[in-house]
T-cell receptor, first 110, second 114 residues
Framework: SQQGEEDPQALSIQEGENATMNCSYKTSINNLQWYRQNSGRGLVHLILIRSNEREKHSGRLRVTLDTSKKSSSLLITASRAADTASYFCATGSNTGKLIFGQGTTLQVKP | NAGVMQNPRHLVRRRGQEARLRCSPMKGHSHVYWYRQLPEEGLKFMVYLQKENIIDESGMPKERFSAEFPKEGPSILRIQQVVRGDSAAYFC????????????FGQGTRLTVV
């Protein structure tokens, strides 16, 4: 069964704008991870946030985690056309098994 | 250090044939995971293996599907007597640890059953 629900399902913005994607999950987690997938390709790991962390940054990416609300958000600042892809959140267990959400399709228009 | 290698990238099988998907994890990684992705959907966990052991196969169909990760060689996901519903992208991921450890994904094998 899917753990995460992502919102929105699709997002279209202009280059330079910020993109925010949200993820909700149902059960307790060890960590939450965000991945990017370009069309027809494999997944690229973006960021991992542990269950005891609240916020994490990596370059233009900012991830927050609210375990009381069982939700996370991914913010991409100053978006570029190359950021066009599908973005997935995944909850991680202590075995390393990942449960993925349905994904958000982001289109950044030049 | 090469990434996770999957082959073949594309595989076409007729209904009833067998499909064998291979995955070589990154060097030093002993944990291998298989996921399936249907079009326009997220990835669904199938099985977690360590060398010579299946740790968690809770996401794998009970019939026709099997997986192994032998002491030597790649991990193999085997689908017997394929049906059209098996058409999907199958991804392999590997990691060196389990807790709070990044998983590295291969490019996937796209299986088409005709």
């Amino acid at each position: 069964s899917q753990q995460g629900e992502e919102d929105p399902q699709a997002l279209s913005i202009q280059e330079g704008e910020n993109a925010t994607m949200n993820c909700s999950y149902k059960t307790s987690i060890n960590n939450l991870q965000w991945y990017r997938q370009n069309s027809g390709r494999g997944l690229v790991h973006l960021i991992l946030i542990r269950s005891n962390e609240r916020e994490k940054h990596s370059g233009r990416l900012r991830v927050t985690l609210d375990t009381s609300k069982k939700s996370s958000s991914l913010l991409i600042t100053a978006s570029r056309a190359a950021d066009t892809a599908s973005y997935f959140c995944a909850t991680g267990s202590n075995t390393g098994k990942l449960i993925f959400g349905q994904g958000t399709t982001l289109q950044v228009k030049p | 250090n090469a990434g996770v290698m999957q082959n073949p990238r594309h595989l076409v099988r007729r209904r009833g044939q067998e499909a064998r998907l291979r995955c070589s994890p990154m060097k030093g990684h002993s944990h291998v995971y298989w996921y399936r992705q249907l079009p326009e959907e997220g990835l669904k966990f199938m099985v977690y293996l360590q060398k010579e052991n299946i740790i968690d196969e809770s996401g794998m169909p009970k019939e026709r599907f099997s997986a192994e990760f032998p002491k030597e060689g790649p991990s193999i996901l085997r689908i017997q007597q394929v049906v059209r519903g098996d058409s999907a992208a199958y991804f392999c991921a590997s990691s060196y640890g389990t807790e709070n450890t990044e998983a590295f994904f291969g490019q996937g094998t796209r299986l088409t059953v005709v």
